[in-house]
């Protein structure tokens, strides 16, 4: 299994970013799948998750309206579209994936990308 993140950068507040994540070795519509961040001396955090047939989003509280998150499953991929990004988004944003209910929890997650790093300057 592995699951490849790309799309982050560099960007000025305000600005926007799609990072994607796209899976392979698994049956992808079978995953719920996740967005984490982790800054610099900090704990990995949820930021969003959809469910396997997306009709399902969740949204840690501080990305909420500025951040969605969609699949495609003809693509096993994953994609969170950050808009008007603050200083504070920074972070190296982690895909995840598990088979078990829609959660929050780092630790229920079967799969992780290698992460990508966004940088939100002011």
């Known amino acids: 299994v592995q699951l490849q993140a790309s799309g982050g950068g560099l960007v000025q507040a305000g600005g926007s970013l799609r990072p994607s994540c796209a899976a392979s070795?698994?049956?992808?519509?079978?995953?719920?799948m996740g967005w984490f961040r982790q800054a610099p001396g900090m704990e990995r955090e949820f930021v969003a998750g959809i469910s396997q047939s997306g009709s399902v989003t969740s949204f840690v509280d501080a990305v909420k309206g500025r951040f969605t998150i969609s699949r495609d499953s003809a693509k096993s991929t994953v994609y969170l579209q950050m808009n008007s990004l603050k200083p504070e988004d920074t972070a190296v944003y982690y895909c995840a994936a598990t088979l078990g209910l829609f959660t929050r929890r780092p630790s229920v997650y079967d799969y992780w990308g290698q992460g990508t790093q966004v940088t939100v300057s002011s």
């Open positions: 070795g698994l049956t992808f519509s079978r995953y719920v």
